[in-house]
């Protein structure tokens, strides 16, 4: 589903129910501002490893998505660490974690 001109408390919920109703696992971590809040994808590959996506804009503000610690899988715990710190600085921010042990994000689809 496209970010563009969703709020993110609908592109989250609608998200998470098609993960979900396909099977799969998706919840969400931390709720944040519910028309605008930035949305960071923890990807757990079930491993005791997690890939870590946030939503960002390219220069025509189109959606993109970046590897904030690289796009190697890392460990949990430091994934852990990254998200809190994330939102104690900007508590607007969605975070929300899929497993997937292939480590697809459905938000880009």
């Known amino acids: 589903m496209p970010r563009d001109r969703l709020q993110t408390a609908l592109w989250v919920g609608a998200t998470l129910r098609r993960v979900n109703a396909a099977g799969g696992f998706a919840a969400i971590l931390h709720k944040g501002e519910a ?5 960071i994808v923890r990807i757990a590959l079930l491993d005791g490893t997690s890939l870590l996506v946030t939503e960002a804009r390219d220069l025509d503000g189109a959606l993109d998505w970046m ?4 796009p190697d899988p890392l460990p949990d715990a430091k994934v ?6 994330a939102i104690e600085r900007d508590p607007d921010l969605w975070a929300v974690e899929v497993e997937d042990k292939t480590g697809a994000n459905p938000f880009a689809a």
């Not at 852990?80 to 710190?85: E, N």
């Open 35 to 39: 028309e605008s809040g930035v949305l």
């Open 67 to 70: 590897a904030p610690l690289g």
């Open 80 to 85: 852990d660490g990254y998200i809190a710190r």
